[in-house]
């Protein structure tokens, strides 16, 4: 059934390496989950932990440090509207690995909670760019009998980055507390949020820009050779494929310059308003389920229920793996 579906090998490993960016997108949001579960971070901050005096002051650090994040996420999607389209999807990409790497060297060499908070942010602002780019430049990148496939790599990567986050979280919880080096166990996990992202900035060169992209710049030469490039195969050695796809993408293209382009627009006809209600629903569903909480406040919430520290995290990672 699925035999005439023919995979680029550059093709894919585009698409994989791209998925970089949504695995830093998805371990610097879950990395605080960790974060909190380590002793050595209450200490050094001077916040009262869980179970004595103090501790409602706390919870409402813990809860500012997730909230700036998802504000900096926030923006970083609405960047992301300008930039895409400005800058195109790589160069967006780019940004975002950047400023996720400048917020994540912040929150590691954080020296207290003021600090803490502004890398929580900047982090966000990176988070929210990826999460939003990095699809998009999937989807535009594959062939249509493999879209589906190739953007479901976001999900996968996602499940990745949140079990990197568990995982390295729980390793360092073996790190005693009363250990000279006993920061380590919440720093080195922020820090690690840096090397996502760096990967990609070093090897960005490999992927190629966006052809939908270069067609709106009126650049149809770079395009049609990148898609020859993403759709080659020894089957077609004309280009045939590459050919009947960069025409159907540029038609597409001419037909959606002509149309109206104001935000306002996706809200302007019964169809319009369908698509925009039934996205923006299943992203509502998807938080309202609840499970940035458990991601976020798990370690805490298995603490409360007695649970020690090192199981909190082990509870934490696990279920994080079972997103696999």
């Known amino acids: 059934m699925l035999s005439h579906i023919i995979v680029n090998r550059y093709n894919l490993w ?95 060499g954080a020296v207290d909670v003021a600090m803490f908070l502004v890398g929580r942010g900047i982090a966000g602002i990176g988070s929210g760019i990826l999460a939003c780019v990095v699809p998009m430049y999937q989807a535009e990148i594959s062939t249509p009998e493999t879209r589906g496939a190739m953007v479901s790599a976001t999900g996968v990567a996602y499940a990745l980055g949140y079990s990197f986050a568990g995982w390295l979280g729980y390793a360092c919880s073996f790190m005693s507390e009363t250990s000279q080096y006993a920061q380590f166990a919440w720093r080195f996990p922020l820090a690690f949020q840096c090397v996502f992202p760096v990967i990609f900035l070093c090897g960005q060169s490999f992927i190629p820009l966006s052809p939908r992209w270069l067609l709106s710049q009126c650049r149809e030469k ?38 109206p382009n104001r935000w306002h627009d996706l809200f302007r006809t019964a169809p319009n308003r369908k698509r925009a209600l039934i996205g923006a629903m299943l992203m509502f569903g998807n938080q309202f389920l609840g499970v940035y909480v458990i991601s976020n406040y798990g370690v805490l919430i298995y603490a409360q229920l007695g649970q020690g520290d090192s199981l909190s995290l082990l509870l934490n990672a696990c279920w994080t793996t079972l997103t696999l």
């Open 222 to 259: 770079e395009a049609f050779q990148i898609m020859c490039k993403l759709h080659q195969s020894s089957s077609d050695l004309n280009n045939i494929r590459a050919r009947e796809e960069f025409f159907l993408t540029k038609k597409q293209y001419e037909i959606d310059s002509n149309l």
């Open 14 to 108: 585009v698409v994989i390496f791209s998925a970089i960016g949504t695995i830093s997108t998805a371990y610097g949001l879950a990395i605080i989950g960790s974060t909190v579960g380590q002793p050595s971070f209450y200490t050094y901050l001077k916040l009262a932990p869980q179970g004595t005096p103090g501790y409602s002051h706390t919870t409402r650090i813990i809860a500012a440090l997730n909230g700036v994040n998802s504000a900096g996420a926030i923006i970083g999607c609405l960047y992301h509207i300008w930039s895409s389209e400005s800058l195109g999807r790589k160069k967006t990409m780019i940004v975002g690995c950047i400023v996720l790497t400048i917020g994540g060297a912040i929150c590691a």
